[in-house]
């Protein structure tokens, strides 16, 4: 849902800050604005995506598994969930508890402050359905030099990253790391998500 926001702020504003970042399409557009009217929170893909989280929710309940969002392609990195809006329920037994790692291509360079600002901002806790709610984790309450975060932007972090991703065998968890290169360019810092497994029993609500 973060990336609905950046429109709010308008495509003109953020091309002229695109180009001085060098980060324009052949024809002079803001590379982000392709990436804006694909990502599948626009407006046009609202209800397709609705209707593909709830049939995964199903498929999740039926066969005991855990469902994990791989995503990328937005220049930044962040991780954030869909849960049961029901608090007490823990994700080991939501079927409904699906993160959504925010991981891109090593190589792509990171948008302008005022994009991931804007990205940052509409980044609220949402509702699916009336059982189901999203929301960012504040993942970045440190910069990978120790200090805060660009405006304190916790949720999102505009630097060269990957991900990688092992499974713990003794809880059978997934450990997802996002690595975030350093300022010197050498180097990352790990960013740590658990993803607990989902338990394999009917008890489900």
């Known amino acids: 849902k973060a990336l609905s926001g950046i429109k709010s702020i ?3 504003k953020i091309g002229f800050i695109a180009k001085q970042r060098a980060i324009v399409n052949i024809w002079g557009e803001p ?4 990436d804006m009217n694909d990502h599948w929170t626009s407006e046009v893909h609202m209800e397709e995506r609705k209707k593909f989280v709830l049939r995964l929710q199903e ?9 994990t969002f791989v995503g990328g ?9 869909f849960a049961s809006a029901n608090p007490s329920l823990p994700p080991e037994r939501d079927f409904r508890f699906m993160p959504q790692i925010i991981s891109s291509a090593i190589m792509n360079i990171p948008p302008p402050n005022l994009v991931i600002r804007a990205v940052h901002s509409s980044a609220k806790t949402y509702e699916l359905d009336n059982y189901t709610d999203e929301l960012m984790y504040k993942l970045f309450e440190k910069d990978v030099n120790g200090k805060s975060p660009p405006n304190n932007n916790t949720k999102l972090l ?8 092992v499974e713990d065998l003794n809880s059978h968890a997934m450990i997802v790391n996002i690595h ?6 050498h180097g990352t810092k790990a960013y740590l998500i658990n993803v607990p497994a989902l338990a394999n029993d009917t008890n489900y609500v």
């Open 59 to 67: 498929f999740a309940r039926r066969h005991h598994v855990r469902v």
């Open 10 to 12: 308008g495509l003109t």
């Open 180 to 185: 975030v290169q350093n300022e010197n360019n």
């Open 31 to 34: 590379e982000l604005s392709d």
């Open 73 to 81: 392609d937005v220049h930044c990195c962040g991780a954030g969930r």
């Open 158 to 165: 505009a630097r060269r990253n990957f991900s990688s991703y």
